[in-house]
């Protein structure tokens, strides 16, 4: 069966990229653009890897994750997406249970990388 | 004005009601003029953000076009999707050149300290600028360092003000040109590290070398000039020389290459 990633971003320009590529690249796409709306995704299907936006709508990203946690249906690794490289942010993530934080955009095939990496 | 007007009580009083009056409205200036600067700030802060998404949409898409993702590309086609990728990474290494000088004026940068050796940095930087260096011809070398004490500093600012030296020596050094890094302690005790990137190409005018450090200066800031950038790089790089107590100046003259310096204290206190 292929993985499944849930990708929680409030852009459709970004989200429809990541459609395509993680389509083409061969895995099971699912997209929620707020905190309530990934926490009811990542409930109904628990996906092995969530793509995290810090910044959402609704609230932080973060705030999906410990939802998710404390339902018992956490993902795999969760890979946080932020626009800000600063020490402070990846602190806040790796402490909130993020896998890895990653600097956006990075080039796809880095991307592709990162996520082979949790999955194997 | 006799003498007698200048003791007189009320006209004092007069004098100093309107001396109040006028340092009001200075004050009042100020603020005004403060709280405009920092609307600026924060909407540069706002639209740079805002432009990274569309952006790295941008970006994704054709990086799946030219991976051949969606079916083989011909070679002008994959041509063309290449020039997509790299104009927009050029473009996206703008924003985040603005966004950082914002957050840098905007008091919004806090140090994380470490202790780490500069040595291994400035080889960092090196190995990343190499392609670079080599599509011109260029060699970077390092010419000691070897045994430094370490410093307590941020690491991934200095690596920021290294690679914007040593990206301004490969951008203003003709092909075949020679990039050299020399660190050395310096002071009565060695209390800082002095820092140098040099170059051997086209040099600055002495009644430049203070522009150069300014934001948004460009010695040549016509719309044809030869090299794009956002005139933030060396802004950018004071800024983060001087939060850590450092200082940074260059020493060129046009047509004999420029040497960049900076200091660190390698006495900072620990934390």
Known sequence: ???????????????????????ETGYDVDVAATVAEAIERGTANTADIMLLDLSLPDGSGLEVLEALRERGVP????LAMTGHDDAKTRRTCLDAGCSEVLLKPLPIGDLLRHIQRHLG | MSMSDQLDPAALK???????????EAQSTIDELKSRDSLKTQFLSNISHDLRTPLAAIITHAEILRDGMLGELNTK?????????????????MIDEILTYVR???????????????????????????????????????????????????????RHVL???IGNAIKFTPDGGRIWISLSPRGRNGEELLVEVGD????????????????FAQVDASPSRPHHGTGLGLAIARRLVELHDGTIWVDS????GSRFFFTVPLDAPRE
């Open chain 1, 1 to 23: 069966m292929a993985a499944r990633i849930l990708i929680v971003e409030d852009s459709t320009l970004v989200t429809d990229a990541f459609r395509i590529l993680f389509t």
């Open chain 1, 75 to 78: 993902p795999r690794a969760t």
């Open chain 2, 104 to 158: 840098s004026e905007g008091d919004q940068i806090k140090l994380a300290r470490t202790e780490f050796s500069v040595t291994e940095v400035v080889d960092q930087v090196r190995m990343l600028n190499q392609p670079l260096a080599a599509k011109k011809n260029l060699t970077i070398e390092r010419l000691n360092g070897d045994d430094l004490p370490p410093v307590y500093a941020d690491r991934d600012k200095l």
């Open chain 2, 200 to 215: 051997n190409g086209r040099g600055i005018a002495r009644d430049h070398h203070e522009l150069v450090f300014r934001e």
């Open chain 2, 163 to 165: 690679g914007n030296l």
């Open chain 2, 253 to 256: 003259e046009l047509g004999k």
């Open chain 2, 77 to 93: 086609q994959r041509e063309s999707v290449r020039g997509i990728v790299n104009g927009g990474q050029q473009l996206l290494d």
């Open chain 2, 14 to 24: 007069k004098r100093l009601k309107a001396l109040e009056a006028q340092a009001k």
